[in-house]
């Protein structure tokens, strides 16, 4: 039996193929994660309400494979990766998302609105449709709690935030009893609130309900692992939050 032997030529052309090659496989094998990153804040008169304070927002999606974990660290800071079973993965890509998360949203706009204003039903349904409009940018129903806030400011005149003194901000849904409902991704509104200089962040006072699984006890854990500085207000009910802020 002959063998050939390959120049060095050949040898470093194969290898330059092959390499990459080898790279791709890697970087697309199977890897099911949900992502959750750090955002930003934005006032609520940038979806048509006329108040001072703001909502939290965050980056959230799903990975598939090492290439697009790569690249969403790439792209994002202060970044969590949370494992999803077979299962988990399947119902993430399967249903429609955006429907899911329209009709959430929808409901908390809408359960603010009803909290906070006056008028005919016309009057809400045109409210609750501009608002929609307004936040059409906005991933979920986190920025129930916030927007019943600024309501609350616009009918009656009000500014919580003293003239711009105080920067205002939270997280949190607006049940139709105008209870707070729970949130996801706290570890990073809180990072996000302290980057913003936040002096007053509202999340949902859920620790009675959930436990280990509360809201209220991944805030204190969070701000001890991190060392954060920040007024963090656990509230019940829209009534608890404007109460705080009134007696500010």
């Known amino acids: 039996m002959k063998f050939l032997k390959l120049s060095k030529e050949v040898n470093i052309s194969i290898a330059i193929i092959a390499i990459p090659l080898i790279i791709a496989y890697l970087l697309m094998r199977p890897l099911h994660e949900e992502y959750i990153a750090k955002g930003d804040i934005a006032p609520v008169s940038d979806i048509g309400v006329n108040g001072s304070v703001h909502f939290t927002y965050i980056y959230s999606g799903y990975i598939d494979n090492y290439f697009d974990k790569l690249y969403v660290s790439y792209l994002y800071k202060d970044l969590d990766f949370i494992p999803l079973d077979e299962e988990e993965f399947i119902m993430y890509t399967e249903y429609d998302d955006d429907m899911v998360v329209d009709y959430y949203k929808e409901e908390t706009i809408s359960n603010a609105v009803y909290a906070t204003s006056f008028g005919d039903d016309n009057d809400f349904e045109e409210r609750i449709d501009d608002i929609l409009y307004y936040s059409s940018e906005y991933y979920g129903d986190s920025l129930g709690l916030m927007v019943a806030i600024g309501l609350i400011e616009e009918v009656n005149q009000l500014d919580f935030s003293q003239n711009g003194t105080v920067t205002i901000a939270g997280t949190g849904t607006i049940e139709y009893d105008e209870t707070v409902g729970s ?10 609130a302290v980057d913003n200089n936040v002096d007053i962040f509202f999340i949902p006072k859920d620790e009675d309900d ?7 006890r991944e805030a204190r854990r969070v701000i001890n692992e991190e060392g954060l500085d920040l007024n963090v207000v656990p509230v019940e009910t829209l009534e608890e939050a404007i109460n705080y802020l009134e007696n500010y």
């Open 210 to 216: 959930y436990g280990i699984y509360s809201n209220e």
């Open 183 to 192: 949130i996801g991704g706290v570890r990073q509104k809180l990072l996000t």
